[in-house]
């Protein structure tokens, strides 16, 4: 069965700081799909990245990275120069191609507070 | 980038009656949907697998004959609550899965927000 383990429940910091949100999976597929999502007060989904299992290249968007590595079934996600907008519910997502269908897992996600 | 649509995109209710929830794809076909929903700072849970022409299938726990999915077109798919009580509200989210020229991949509608009193 596929798991998704966000460890942090909750991170404060102060802007400006960088700060990493860890994302451990478990699937049993070789073929699969993880995301990144961001879910701000308003409640709506914001999708941030996809990354299939077969490029573990590491991506860089504007202050967004992510860190993929297979060995240690991690996706995590960086935040350079943290801005209060950044204070948001993020969600790392799993989906399997084959087993189940595209049926996306969550994580219980990780509640990000960035002070002025 | 495929935009899904939800409607509406908050209800509320009385205890006992019905509410559908509209969600649709507006510029792809979705052979399938998703409905997720989300209790108050918790995550998503998958409700139900929508296939456009057949039977949902529901995830263990999930009362088939309480919220009711139909999927009648590649762009649309409806989740009725029936007889909806208080412990129903909740955000419920639906998904719709693209998968075509070599991706997969699933765009999210923008919530609803049920509120039963």
């Known amino acids: 069965a596929q798991k998704v383990t966000q460890a942090q429940t909750e991170i404060s910091v102060v802007e400006k700081e960088d700060v990493t949100l860890d994302c451990v999976y478990e699937?049993?597929?070789?073929?699969?799909?993880l995301f990144w999502y961001k879910q701000p007060p308003s409640g709506e989904l914001v999708f941030l990245i996809r990354r299939n299992s077969f490029d573990e290249q590491n991506e860089i968007s504007g202050r967004y990275s992510w860190n993929f590595q297979k060995s240690t079934s991690s996706f995590n996600f960086t935040i350079t120069a943290s801005q209060v907008v950044d204070s948001a519910v993020y969600f790392c997502?799993?989906?399997?191609?084959?087993?189940?269908?595209?049926?996306?897992?969550f994580g219980d996600g990780t509640t990000l507070t960035v002070k002025p | 980038g495929a935009v899904v649509s939800q409607h509406p995109s908050w209800v509320i209710c009385k205890s006992g009656t019905s509410v559908k929830i509209e969600c649709r794809s507006l510029?792809?076909?979705?052979?399938?949907m998703f409905w997720y929903r989300q209790f108050p700072k918790q995550s998503l849970m998958l409700m139900a697998t929508?296939?456009?022409?057949?039977?949902?299938?529901?995830e263990q726990g999930v009362e088939k004959d309480k919220f009711l999915i139909n999927h009648a077109s590649l762009t649309l798919s409806t989740l009725t609550v029936t007889s909806a009580h208080p412990e129903d509200s909740s955000f419920y989210i639906c998904?719709?899965?693209?998968?075509?020229?070599?991706?997969?991949?699933?765009?999210f509608g923008p919530g609803t927000r049920l509120t039963v009193l």
């Open positions: 998904s719709a899965r693209l998968a075509a020229q070599g991706t997969d991949t699933q765009y």
């Open positions: 929508s296939n456009e022409g057949s039977k949902a299938t529901y």
């Open positions: 997502a799993l989906s399997e191609v084959y087993t189940n269908a595209g049926k996306s897992t």
């Open positions: 510029d792809f076909q979705a052979t399938t």
């Open positions: 699937t049993r597929d070789t073929t699969y799909y």
